[in-house]
């Protein structure tokens, strides 16, 4: 993150929004080089478990993590006249992992409305984006049940331009080998599909 902040000139104190919070590290992180976050994430179990490493790592600047469906929470800062220097995520990857059954959590969503919802959080998240500012989602193409990739890399691409921004600059972020290479030629020869060990790291300017 620090590599990212500084080439995007982040202000001194600057102000991150992550409309898809998930798990502590970027708040952690973002805190700990002096920025002020805000993450939303549906599930209260992991929000509280965010506060309890947030307390132990960053005891005097602990990240602000919100409960509750960030289309509905981002609406609430909109009235509140937030703003923010820089939108940063990790979203769900459609229903790749389903975190919960909860009622507002696009990760148990089909893709039609998954793609729906998260186009709103988008938009919602981009119009307290300060002008000038970047967003930045890391994300990677997720297979259907028949095995097709949906375009979710284009959707997320078309998503932030009818946000009003603009698609500025990607890089790749490779993922360890691991085990995909012994599972690569198995993978391939069952149905000729490649294993994939990045992901996209989209930018996009306001």
């Known amino acids: 993150m620090d590599n990212i902040t500084h080439y995007l000139n982040m202000p001194e104190n600057g102000t991150i929004l992550d409309p898809f919070a998930g798990g502590s590290v970027r708040g952690i992180v973002a805190n700990y080089l002096g920025y002020k976050y805000t993450g939303i994430d549906i599930r209260r ?4 478990s965010n506060y309890e490493q947030g307390r132990e ?3 005097a600047n602990v990240p602000t993590w919100i409960t509750g469906d960030s289309d509905i929470e981002l609406e609430v800062l909109q009235l509140n006249k937030q703003t923010f220097d820089f939108v940063f995520s990790c979203p769900p990857y459609a229903d790749l992992e389903v975190y919960s059954d909860l009622q507002g959590d ?3 969503m089909n893709y039609p ?3 729906t919802a998260y186009e709103s ?3 919602k998240s981009c119009s307290m984006l300060k002008a000038g500012g970047y967003a930045c989602f890391v994300i990677g193409e997720v297979r259907d049940k028949k095995g097709n990739f949906y375009g979710f890399v284009p959707d997320t691409i078309n998503a932030f331009k009818k946000a009003g921004l603009q698609y500025y600059n990607e890089a ?3 993922n360890p080998v691991a085990s995909a290479s012994m599972r690569a030629d198995k993978q391939f020869s069952a149905g000729r ?4 060990i990045h992901q996209n790291v989209l930018i996009f300017k306001k």
């Open 121 to 123: 959080i988008i938009k």
């Open 113 to 115: 409305d998954f793609l």
């Open 45 to 48: 179990e992991q929000i509280e």
């Open 106 to 108: 696009i990760s148990n």
């Open 193 to 196: 599909k490649l294993v994939k």
């Open 57 to 59: 790592i960053v005891p």
């Open 172 to 174: 790749i972020l490779l």
